[in-house]
C-alpha cells in the first residue's frame, strides 16, 4: 500500500472526500469527518465494517479507537485489535511509536488525535446515522432526581400518545425492549447504537440520565438534544472529580458541548442560579423559593400524596401526586418546563401527574400491616439523605428509623457528612454497609461516626441484611423506617464480588406474615 503520512492539524469535513457520496455508508473518510486529527497514516478510503474501543471485540474490518482509560490504556491493545482484524486506528500517540508490524505488514490506516473520547463520540455518532437528529432528546444532569425525572416524562410522553424510550441508571427500555443497566450513562459508541435501535423501533422520544462521569468523558460530546435538565448539585463522585468546582464544570458540559435547544434549570440551587445566568438566551427556570418560570405554591405533603398549585408562563393548575416528599416537587417541576417546551397542554400534565407510576427505589413504599411504613430510596449523598428523611418526618407521626451506610473505594469525604446530617434529621439511625467493596465494613463506619453529634441516638451493625431485621423489630406504630443507599439495586458489592441483596426483599422477608 501507498502510505501518505500528515502531521498538520486538520479536520475531516465534508469536501474532504470528493467521491464521498459514491461511497458505501461506512467508509472511514465518512465516519472520520468531524474529527480533529493530529497526523494521519495510510488512506482514509477504507470500507470499516465495525467499530469498538474494546480490541477484543475487533474483527476483520474494524475500526479500532484506543481511549486512555483509569487502569489501562488502550494503546496497550492496538497490537491485538490489528491481529483481529482492525484495519483503521485511531489513537492520541504518535504514529512514529505504532510497532512496525502494525503499519507494513498489515497495512493499517492510522489517525492520531488529541482527544480520543471525542473522535470516539464523533465516530460513533458518524457511524449510527446521527441517530440524536431523529428523535427528540433530553439529557438530564443533576446530582439527585435524574431516575426519577426519565419515569416522569415518559409517562408526560406517552399520555400525548408518543412513543418513550429511557436510558438511565435502572435500564435503558423502549417497546418491548428492556435491558438492565450497568452504567447510568453508556459509553458514547453504545449510546449511539442505543439510540439508533431506538429510532429504527420507532420511538420518537428519549429520555437520557446524564451523569457527570459521563459528561468528563465526552459520552454525549457533540449530540443534539432538545432539551437540557440541570436538577440540582451537591457534595457526590469527589474521589473521581477532586473538588466541587470540577465537578461543577462537569455538569455545565452538558449545555456547554452539545447543541441544547432549550435549558431547564432548577435556580433553588444556588448551581442552578449560575447556570442560569450563562445560559440565558435558551433557559426555563424552575423554583419553589426563587422568582422562576415554572413554580410551586400551597405545598401540602402527606404519607400518600404531595399537593400544590403549579405556576406557569400558561397558567396554573392545581396538582395532586402520589409523589412523596418537596424534592420530588421540584422534579414535577423541571418535568413540568420539559413538558411544556415540547407542547404537552397544562392539562395533560396535571392529569398523567395524578398517575405516576412507582419508581424503583425512589421512595417506594413497601407494605404491611405492622402499623408503621417502610420506604426504599436510593438516596446516597447527604443533600439526598437529608431530603429523605426530612420528606419522611413531614407526615410521619411516630419516629424516623432511618438505614444507611456509604460505599467503599469512594469519596471518603462525605461519610462523615452522611452522619451528621442522619443523625441531625432522624429519630434513630442505624448505621451500616452500602458497597463496602475492598475496603473494611468497619472502618466505614467508623469514618461516618465522625461527623455524629455527641447526642446522636443510634446504633451500627455492619451486616446490612441485620441491620434492616434490626430496624423493622425496633419500629413501634405510626414510625417508618427509612432503608437508604441502595434503591433500586439488587446487589452488594462485597470485596470485588457482586452478590445478591434486595433492600425491598430482605425488608419484605421480615415483614413477610404481615403483608397483604
Same mark, same amino acid.
Given at each position: ?31 472520520? +469527518? ?6 494521519? &497514516? ?11 474501543? =474494546? ?7 474494524? &475500526? ?67 441517530? +440524536?437528529?431523529?428523535? !427528540? ?6 446530582? !439527585?432526581?435524574?431516575?426519577? &425525572?426519565?419515569? *416522569? ?132 427556570? +424552575? ?15 402527606? =404519607? ?13 393548575? =392545581? ?105 441531625? !434529621? ?8 452500602? !458497597? ?5 465494613? =468497619?472502618?466505614?463506619?467508623?469514618? *461516618? ?68
Amino acid at each position: 500500500m501507498n502510505q501518505t503520512v500528515s502531521t498538520k492539524w486538520f479536520l475531516f469535513s465534508e469536501n474532504d472526500f470528493s467521491i464521498k457520496k459514491n461511497m458505501p455508508e461506512k467508509n472511514l473518510g465518512n465516519l472520520i +469527518t468531524g474529527v480533529e486529527v493530529v497526523e494521519m &497514516l495510510g488512506s482514509p478510503n477504507l470500507e470499516i465494517q465495525h467499530v469498538d474501543f =474494546d480490541s477484543r471485540k475487533i474483527r476483520q474490518g474494524g &475500526l479500532f479507537i484506543a481511549i486512555p482509560g483509569q487502569r489501562q490504556d488502550g494503546e496497550a491493545f492496538i497490537g491485538q485489535a490489528v491481529e483481529n482484524g482492525a484495519v483503521a486506528v485511531v489513537t492520541q500517540s504518535p504514529l512514529k511509536i505504532l510497532p512496525s508490524f502494525i503499519t507494513e505488514k498489515h497495512n493499517v490506516t492510522a489517525f492520531r488525535v488529541d482527544d480520543s473520547r471525542k473522535a470516539l463520540s464523533i465516530i460513533g455518532s458518524n457511524y449510527y446515522r446521527q441517530p +440524536t437528529r431523529d428523535l !427528540n432528546m433530553t439529557g438530564i444532569t443533576g446530582t !439527585n432526581g435524574k431516575t426519577t &425525572l426519565t419515569y *416522569i416524562m415518559e409517562a408526560l410522553a406517552k399520555a400525548a400518545g408518543r412513543e418513550a424510550g429511557v436510558i438511565g441508571t435502572i435500564d435503558y427500555h423502549f417497546k418491548e425492549t428492556m435491558v438492565p443497566s450497568t452504567i447510568t450513562t453508556p459509553e458514547s459508541l453504545d449510546l449511539n447504537q442505543i439510540v439508533r435501535q431506538m429510532v429504527d423501533a420507532g420511538v420518537s422520544d428519549c429520555f437520557l440520565e446524564v451523569s457527570s462521569h459521563a459528561l468528563s468523558q465526552k459520552r454525549v460530546f457533540g449530540m443534539n438534544f432538545d432539551t437540557g435538565i440541570f436538577t440540582n448539585l451537591s457534595r457526590d463522585h469527589l474521589d473521581f472529580h477532586g473538588d466541587m468546582d470540577e465537578y461543577k464544570n462537569s455538569k455545565a458540559k452538558l449545555f456547554r458541548q452539545n447543541n441544547v435547544k432549550t435549558s431547564i434549570i432548577n435556580i433553588d440551587d444556588p448551581v442552578g442560579k449560575d447556570f442560569a445566568k450563562e445560559f440565558k438566551s435558551t433557559s426555563i427556570t +424552575t423554583g419553589i423559593n426563587c422568582a422562576a418560570d415554572v413554580s410551586a405554591e400551597n405545598i401540602s405533603l402527606t =404519607d400518600r400524596h404531595s399537593k400544590f398549585t403549579l405556576k406557569t408562563p400558561n397558567g396554573s393548575a =392545581d396538582i395532586k401526586t402520589n409523589l412523596l416528599g418537596r424534592h420530588n416537587i421540584y422534579n414535577l417541576l423541571s418535568a413540568t418546563a420539559c413538558a411544556m417546551a415540547q407542547n404537552i397542554s397544562l392539562d395533560k400534565i396535571q392529569n398523567t401527574f395524578k398517575e405516576i407510576p412507582t419508581i424503583p427505589g425512589r421512595f417506594e413504599s413497601v407494605k404491611n400491616n405492622r402499623g408503621f411504613s417502610v420506604l426504599i430510596d436510593y438516596a446516597h449523598t447527604q443533600d439526598a439523605l437529608s431530603k429523605s428523611i426530612i420528606a419522611s418526618k413531614s407526615f410521619t407521626q411516630g419516629e424516623v428509623i432511618v438505614v444507611f451506610g456509604c460505599g467503599g473505594d469512594r469519596d471518603k469525604g462525605k461519610r462523615k457528612e452522611m452522619g451528621r446530617v442522619a443523625l441531625e !434529621n432522624a429519630d434513630f439511625t442505624v448505621i451500616t454497609s452500602d !458497597n463496602p467493596r475492598t475496603e473494611n465494613p =468497619d472502618q466505614i463506619i467508623n469514618d *461516618i461516626r465522625k461527623g455524629i453529634p455527641s447526642s446522636g441516638s443510634y446504633k451500627t451493625i455492619a451486616d446490612r441484611r441485620e441491620a434492616i431485621a434490626y430496624a423493622i423489630n425496633r419500629a413501634k406504630k405510626n414510625d417508618l423506617i427509612l432503608i437508604a443507599g441502595k434503591g433500586h439495586e439488587n446487589y452488594q458489592i462485597l470485596g470485588t464480588k457482586k452478590v445478591h441483596f434486595d433492600d425491598k426483599k430482605v425488608a419484605q422477608e421480615f415483614l413477610r406474615d404481615q403483608i397483604h
